[in-house]
């Protein structure tokens, strides 16, 4: 006489339930006639068949089956109520050779982690989701879930479902069927024994797909809950049958993973000093030591500048280009942009400050030490901030002769028209520049600054423009058109 | 070879039995409406947890596993194979 265990109790659970409460340490702790043990048996077995216990990581929802962790001999993970595939995408992608099983009941995903549970689908995500259908909430006393059938009594329906007002339950394999990524969707039924034979089938495929890294496999499984529905095991299976098959249909909807080939992303970095290189590339400083200070008497004090005018004129880039000078000369800047919806056509402006202390606040209100407008409606909102003797630069083209008090020192540019000769209007913000450069140089820089300027400012459009060879080439074109306007301008005026 | 190994099967006694833990079951009774040979009762004990459970009627069972996968409990169930001389 020989004795074999032909059905026995799954491998992929621990002998005992040491963390599982109570007495009795073998058995799980749903309600008698539960879906989810007999879903979780197929899954123990198949893990344990298919030789993955060591790489397998099961997610356990918020729910009934909250705590299968205490059950399972592999990895586990608990995730607030709906994240499973969010989770899961992390473990898949941080280490790709784990198999990730997302075990969801319709609450979990279907309510509150559907966008989770479709966004993970679609991404195509190599992973499984067993996703348990009951058509009630177990857990919290039975509920109406998305899933409950039409006419279904339960807690918060105690009518039954009408379509009228509740809407028609939610068919979640159709729907991820019909995506392009998923390789692998099938519902099965937890109620007779063909059926579950089935479902064993489909378990074991999906986890198979998964090995084989072929993309996201989703299996749905129609559950009873006894307890909830208020039903015998005999009526509990005859519900599952008679009630829910008709209006979710068994059946493989889609099965193309022979057709797919293995999922391929790009492998996790986890080199402390790699990531930090990638996050923070080293920038090339080009030009001056660190140690580098400016002499001029201008640089002593913190600056401010404010720059106003159209969205599209370049006011923006203008303030970049200028706070791009100042950090390529160790100056600390800040560079605060402010502007309409509007893409171009609004009005713009930015205020730029430049500072050999750390600057505090990087809006300026009032006392501006040089204000560039480039139209009109800035040059009357703008004026009344700009400091005495402060330095205004204008766009003598697009704005008439503003009306301000002698202190202020006052340049007119005729640069929409200079910028037109050079090719197009976008070069208006380095012509105001060149004219920036005399502008300084006449009054505040010394002389080794003044040559510095220049270069600076070519630096600065070289780091601004860094991809677009022939704007810098225009860019710089227009700096010094620019300059050699208000140099004659100068001249013919004395 | 074939024929060997068939008769040498015939000649030993093949039985199958389920081997139900008492303790384990809940009493939902799903093994007694999948059994296709209704070898599978419910007892009129109850177990530990005060829950009455399932028996083997002790003839009969011809090892299909339907009891073993509709019962929602990992080892309540075990399906033996007795091979005799």
Redesign the interface.
């Known amino acids: 006489?020989?004795?074999?265990?032909?059905?026995?109790?799954?491998k992929g659970?621990f002998a005992t339930f040491e963390r599982r409460p109570g007495?009795?340490k073998?058995?799980?702790h749903?309600?008698?006639?539960?879906?989810?043990?007999?879903l979780?048996?197929?899954i123990?077995e198949a893990i344990s068949d298919l030789q993955i216990q060591d790489k397998t990581i099961i997610i356990s929802p918020v729910g009934c089956s909250v705590f299968s962790y205490y059950?399972f001999d592999c990895f586990g993970i608990s995730v607030p109520h709906g994240r499973a595939p969010a989770t899961a995408t992390g473990l898949v992608r941080s280490n790709p050779d784990s198999i990730v099983i997302s075990y969801q009941g319709d609450g979990d995903l279907g309510a509150i982690g559907f966008n989770n549970f479709i966004q993970a689908a679609n991404r195509g995500e190599n992973m499984c989701v067993f996703f348990v259908n009951n058509a009630v909430y177990g857990m919290t006393g039975g509920q109406m879930a998305p899933t409950t059938l039409p006419g279904q009594k339960t807690l918060t329906s105690p009518y039954g479902r009408s379509t009228d007002n509740e809407g028609y339950p939610l068919k979640v394999s159709e729907m991820v069927a019909a995506l392009d990524s998923p390789v692998y969707v099938e519902r099965a039924a937890l109620s007779?024994?063909k059926n579950?034979?089935a479902a064993?089938k489909a378990v074991r495929k999906a986890l198979r797909n998964t090995i084989d890294r072929k993309g996201f496999s989703m299996v749905e499984f129609l559950a009873g809950c006894?307890t909830n529905l208020k039903l015998?095991?005999?009526a509990m299976?005859e519900f599952i049958n008679n009630r829910m098959i008709p209006c979710f249909p068994l059946g493989c909807f889609k099965d193309i993973a022979d057709e797919r080939d293995p999922i391929r992303r790009p492998a996790g970095i986890y080199d402390r000093k790699k990531v930090r290189e990638l996050l923070y590339p080293v920038r090339v400083e080009k030009g001056v030591p660190p140690d580098f200070r400016n002499n001029s008497e201008i640089f002593q004090k913190t600056r401010k500048i404010k720059l106003g005018g159209f969205g599209g004129q370049g006011v923006l880039s203008l303030g970049k280009m200028i706070a791009t000078m100042g950090r390529l000369r160790n100056f600390n800047v800040s560079w605060l942009p402010s502007y309409g919806p509007e893409m171009r056509g609004g009005t713009a402006n930015c205020s730029v400050i430049i500072s050999r202390k750390t600057i505090g606040s990087p809006v300026i209100d009032k006392n501006c030490n040089l204000l560039i407008v480039l139209n009109q409606p800035s040059m009357d909102k703008f004026l009344p901030e700009l400091k005495q003797n402060g330095v205004l630069i204008y766009d003598s083209t697009t704005i008439a002769k503003p009306d301000c008090s002698p202190d202020k020192i006052v340049y007119a540019v005729d640069a929409s028209n200079i910028a037109k000769k050079i090719g197009s209007l976008m070069y208006a913000n380095s012509v105001i520049l060149g004219a920036l450069a005399v502008a300084l140089d006449s009054y505040f820089l010394t002389p080794a600054d003044q040559a510095d300027f220049d270069r600076t400012f070519e630096e600065a459009i070289m780091d601004c423009f860094s991809n677009k060879e022939t704007i810098i080439k225009l860019n710089i074109e227009a700096f010094y058109a620019g300059k050699k306007a208000v140099i004659e301008s100068r001249a013919g005026k004395k | 070879m074939l024929v060997q190994t068939i008769m040498k099967n015939k000649t030993k006694q093949v039985k199958y039995q389920a081997v139900i833990a008492a303790d384990e079951c809940k009493g939902c009774e799903r093994c007694v409406n999948a059994c296709p040979k209704s070898v599978l009762q419910m007892g009129r004990e109850f177990n530990f947890m005060g829950f009455p459970y399932a028996v083997y009627v002790g003839e009969g069972c011809i090892g299909c596993g339907a009891c073993f996968y509709t019962c929602p409990e990992p080892g309540a169930i075990t399906i033996v194979k007795v091979t005799g001389d």
């Open positions: 006489m020989t004795e074999t265990i032909v059905h026995g109790r799954p659970f007495p009795i073998k058995n799980m749903y309600c008698p006639g539960c879906g989810h043990g007999i979780q048996k197929l123990a059950y007779t024994a579950i034979l064993r006894p015998d095991a005999k299976n």
